[in-house]
């Protein structure tokens, strides 16, 4: 089985990758790490940049379990892209990070975590930053 984290370079993207070390560590499970954006704008603040892959990439390493980051930016959204790996993988839990939003943020705005609850097809743990 496999433990999959939505990751972005924020608080909340840092408390679900140390969230789901912690559970895919203690299961002895494989985990998958994956970052994703539509990209075609340089300033897209979901696609982290080449030193954070790097950074993240070393902390995989360093664990005693199967690790690997991904990263998609070919045109699709992230949900997409997770929604895809969790058909594919045998994934027994989907670890996302929450923002604080305000209940107006919350009305104008579609929310990725909502989405990605509504969309995919395996228990999700939604986690929020310190």
Known sequence: MTILVAYVARPEGQAALDKAIEIAT????????????????????????????ERVEERLAALPIQAEFKQFV??????????????QL???VLVIG?????????????????????????????VKAH
């Open 26 to 53: 203690r299961r002895g499970e494989r985990l998958v790490v994956v970052n994703a954006g539509p990209g075609g704008r340089s300033e897209d603040p979901s696609v982290v940049n080449g030193y954070e892959v």
């Open 74 to 87: 070919r045109g699709r959204s992230a949900v997409e892209e997770i929604d895809e790996l969790v058909a």
């Open 90 to 92: 045998q994934v027994s």
């Open 98 to 126: 929450l923002r604080k939003r305000s209940p107006v943020g919350k009305l104008l705005m579609g929310s990725m975590a909502q989405e990605i609850l509504l969309t995919v097809d395996c228990p999700v743990l939604a």
